[in-house]
């Protein structure tokens, strides 16, 4: 771990400076009939004292006469420079201290005693807090304070005037401390699982020694390099930018094969990598000796990186690894765009799956989720032979897409996969382009064998995509083609730049059913647009003020609409949206308490369905109804048994 080291050495040439600048000299010995003062300086913090930011301790000094002083010390002042991240709190003086004040300023306290007579002591504790904006990073910390005694034989103040003699000092004395904040020295997750599998690539891997196998468990074997060269890594992808402060590393757990030289290297955007150093030079990692021994090490200096590689340079028999990793996740960092999209979870409803499969192929399109234990044959998502059948998703609103994993069939030893497919992408549904990179088309790789199609084989896209349907198609396989699948990236709908009103979502409608009228937002970057929309018959629409961004709630007993801006601040509109005026949270929070406010209805991201009725409905006093779908908004007149679609929702880029 990295040792910070504080020291404020400017007090003293502060305090000499002030001197000089009266013309007096800085006595270190007192003469006949002058008085000297020595001072004990400590603190109260013990190793057992678990610290962090915020946390609290005490420091204490004591100032008296040695037995050569021969007169009172007057104008005693005891300056503390303190360090930026530590703050004076409460101050406790001892009963025998006379008269005194104190002078905080921004890097320094100072105590001044108006005297301290020969047979006295003045003595303080007081306490401070420590880093309380959490400008520390965790870890081990060395904190120096240095501490001036400075004081007079003859001093007068009478607040307005200062009347002193000759100044007196004793040797500047500094206070040191050792506090370590925890926190960033847990596993971050490859034996817990915290770190998904998703996370982990390989320059390569053999068939059942892939980059999830490099988990440290007797359950997993190892990840193992499939070609034997001094290119080889397992990568490691955090979900946000992380402090890593350790490793730890094993061998194959099940043969004798084990990596015993490596280099660590991280980089911020996949591209650029840097290799870890210290004192300058790159440093090179001595890892195992057996298999089964684990070999950790503490870095001198901590990385903080979204990505890293153990890259191995020297190896018995095999390139093999089981790895952790220690630190923390930088709380704050832009998250990155690799988490799941919900195939495998469900997030991405069975209605969003389609695909273009005809009997007597048996084939279901929500058999293609990842690791879906599909009972039935295929057991998985099935295109027919010599066909080029697609198996089609619909995410509901754009998202980008950074990277696919693909396995075979289930429950076999002898599964079905798809070693290769095309991967096609559109806003509409209608136009499609095929994933390229550098401008040609190219095909994504699944599994290469039986081996590996048991697991997810996550492919990066070097040039992600940006879409609302994606396509697998797949083109060949040594058999059936059959498939499971996940796909990670992203939201990318628009977004408000602020956050900090729970009931805003990016897309939300509301019906005020006295009035009749009926309020639809969807974000929008432009400013000169509007993001949202009012109409009281399905024909007519008026556009809302384009500061405002979202309307949130309706107060029944005069109609106030709340809505709110980019910023996240109120407003209230009294005349159904023609006008807008800032309103404080408390407004809204007593409107919330005296009365049910109508509360705007939040669109799903993940909403597919077309059916006016599947999701949201509402009806106006007067027996109109308005209804919300995968496809826009829907109104039926009063009397009526179909609905009319009136808007449709506006999407990527159109």
Same mark, same amino acid.
């Given at each position: ?20 600048? +009266? ?18 300086? %400590? ?91 959490? =400008?520390?990073? %965790? ?16 001093? /007068?103040?009478?607040?307005? @005037? ?82 890593? /402060? ?129 009972? +039935? ?26 990277? @696919? ?64 349907? @994606?396509?697998?198609?797949? /083109? ?9 699948? +996940? ?46 929309? =009012? ?101 039926? /007149? ?17």
């Amino acid at each position: 771990m990295e040792r910070k080291v504080v020291y404020v050495a400017i007090l003293f040439l502060r305090l000499l400076q002030s001197v000089c600048c +009266e013309g007096h000299g800085i006595q270190r010995r007192s003469s006949n009939g002058d008085p000297q003062l020595q001072m004990t300086v %400590t603190h109260f913090l013990n190793n057992s004292m678990s610290m962090t930011h915020g946390s609290e301790y005490e420091y204490s000094f004591t100032v008296q006469h040695s037995s050569q002083s021969q007169s009172d010390a007057r104008g005693v002042h005891v300056t503390w420079m303190l360090t930026p991240f530590i703050a004076i709190n409460q101050v406790t003086p001892s009963s025998t201290t006379g008269s005194f004040r104190i002078d905080p300023k921004g890097d320094s306290v100072t105590f001044m005693i108006d005297k301290i007579q020969l047979s006295e002591e003045a003595h303080f504790n007081f306490s401070v807090t420590f880093d309380s904006n959490s =400008s520390l990073k %965790t870890g081990r910390h060395h904190i120096v304070t240095p501490v001036q005694l400075l004081y007079y034989k003859e001093y /007068t103040d009478d607040g307005h @005037v200062i009347t002193k003699g000759t100044p007196f000092s004793s040797p500047l004395q500094t206070v040191a401390i050792e506090i370590e904040i925890p926190g960033c020295s847990s596993a971050l997750g490859m034996a817990s699982g915290d770190i998904k599998d998703y996370q982990l690539t390989a320059s390569s891997a053999y068939s059942d020694s892939q980059p999830n196998q490099a988990r440290p468990s007797e359950v997993n074997d190892a990840w193992c390099a499939s070609i034997t060269d001094y290119q080889q890594y397992i990568q490691l992808d955090f979900t946000r930018k992380t402090r890593v /402060t350790g490793i730890v590393t094993y061998g194959r757990s099940k043969k004798e094969h084990w990596t015993t030289k490596y280099l660590i290297q991280f980089s911020n955007d996949d591209v650029i990598w840097h290799n870890y150093k210290e004192n300058g030079f790159v440093k090179e990692f001595s890892g195992n000796y057996d298999r089964s021994t684990p070999v950790s090490y503490q870095l001198s200096h901590e990385i903080e990186a979204y990505s890293i590689r153990v890259k191995v340079l020297d190896w018995v028999k095999l390139i093999c690894m089981r790895f952790e990793v220690f630190g923390c996740s930088i709380e704050g960092s832009p998250e990155k765009c690799i988490y799941p999209l919900g195939l495998e979870s469900g997030y991405i409803p069975g209605e969003a799956l389609s695909h273009s499969v005809k009997p007597p192929t048996v084939s279901r399109a929500p058999d293609i989720r990842l690791n879906k234990e599909v009972l +039935e044959f295929p057991n998985g998502w099935q295109a027919e032979i010599g066909e080029l059948d697609y198996l089609q998703v619909d995410f509901g609103s754009l998202r980008k897409v950074t990277r @696919v994993a693909t396995q075979g069939s289930s429950g076999t030893d002898f599964p079905f996969y798809v070693k290769s497919f095309q991967f096609k992408y559109s806003n509409t549904s209608t136009e499609w382009f095929e994933y390229s990179e550098n401008g040609i088309a190219k095909e994504l790789s699944g599994p290469k064998d039986i081996h590996e199609a048991k697991y997810p084989i996550v492919v990066k896209l070097l040039e992600p995509i940006t879409a609302r349907y @994606v396509r697998f198609i797949p /083109t060949t396989a040594p058999s059936l083609k059959v498939m499971r699948a +996940e796909l990670y990236g992203c939201m990318a709908e628009p977004m408000p730049p602020y956050s900090g009103v729970p009931e805003y979502t990016r897309r939300a409608v509301l019906l005020d059913p006295e009035s009749g009228w009926f309020f639809v937002c969807m974000y929008t970057e432009q400013r000169s647009e509007s993001s949202c929309f =009012s109409s009281s018959n399905g024909q007519d629409w008026r556009d809302v003020d384009e500061f405002i961004v979202g309307i949130i709630a309706l107060d029944p007993r005069n109609g106030e609409l709340f809505g709110v801006d980019s910023r996240m601040n109120l407003h209230r509109s009294t005349n159904h949206g023609v006008s807008w005026k800032v309103v404080s949270s408390k407004h809204f929070d007593n409107a919330k308490n005296e009365t049910s406010l109508v509360m705007s209805k939040g669109i799903p991201e993940n909403m597919v369905s077309t059916e006016p009725n599947s999701f949201w409905s509402a009806a106006t006093l007067s027996g109109r109804k308005w209804a919300v779908s995968g496809s826009g908004i829907h109104m039926m /007149t009063a009397g009526q048994s179909e609905w009319s679609m009136v808007a449709s929702w506006k999407c990527c880029g159109n």
